[in-house]
């Protein structure tokens, strides 16, 4: 349950998540998993939630998370970048997936970090947390950046370094609403938008990996 609420809150704001509000905060203050600071951060971001339009909070979110490479919430962006390596990344995770009996809607990427959360909700509790602390190095550089940007979205992905074996559990003190207004990371944004030029990676009738593929998360240095 933990995982699929930060998972759920994560996602691309609809109506039916500002309308069950009431709901997620009584989860958030339920939920033992928080310590006292992550789950009084929470509740600020459920506030946020249900104090803005819901325009206004898709806005948000797009230029947010869309807009640049530092706070992307699609893991192996900050391992792979666009390379061809990332392709590959994504069979052997979907693979992981497909074991559990996981299948992806159409259109969904499995690095989306709310579809991993899922996938962790599926897991037992010591086998999940492993995998979370796979992420830990990625999940901290994000919510750094978007404590630089005072997004209240901080709240939510900090609220995972804990159960990552990362940091105390202590998050920003401060943060605002317009995520729209916050500066961006202009040179990865400029690399994203040549990335999508190019053709797409497609996993129709790629050639399968051995089943023992391993999957990394961990951020490296390119080589030339």
């Known amino acids: 349950m933990t995982y699929r609420l930060l998972a759920s809150l994560l996602e691309y704001p609809e109506s039916a998540l500002v309308e069950a509000t009431d709901e997620i905060r009584a989860m958030v203050r339920s939920e033992r998993a928080f310590n006292s600071d992550v789950r009084e951060k929470l509740e600020r971001f459920v506030d946020y939630l249900g104090s803005r339009e ?4 898709q806005e ?3 230029a947010l998370f869309d807009r640049g490479r530092a706070t992307s919430l699609h893991l192996f962006e900050h391992v792979h970048g666009e390379s061809r390596d990332r392709g590959q990344a994504m069979i052997d995770l979907m693979q992981l997936y497909e074991k559990h ?3 992806l809607h159409s259109g969904q990427l499995p690095d ?3 579809v991993f959360l899922e996938y962790l909700s599926m897991l037992d509790a010591g086998e999940a947390r492993s995998l979370l602390g796979e992420t830990s190095t990625i999940l901290q550089s994000i919510t750094t950046e978007l404590g ?3 997004s209240h979205y901080a709240y939510v992905i900090g609220a995972l370094l804990p159960l990552a074996g990362a ?3 202590s998050l920003p003190e401060s943060a605002h609403d317009d995520d729209a207004g916050a500066p961006h990371d202009k040179d990865a944004l400029r690399a994203l938008d040549d990335a999508w030029t190019e053709e797409p990676v497609r996993f129709m009738g790629a050639e399968q990996p051995p089943a023992t593929a391993n999957v990394e998360f961990h ?3 390119k080589t030339s």
């Open 54 to 57: 819901l325009i206004a909070l």
């Open 60 to 62: 948000n979110y797009v």
């Open 101 to 103: 009996g996981m299948l």
């Open 167 to 169: 940091g105390d559990g």
């Open 219 to 221: 951020p490296r240095r």
């Open 148 to 150: 630089k940007r005072n």
């Open 112 to 114: 989306y970090l709310p």
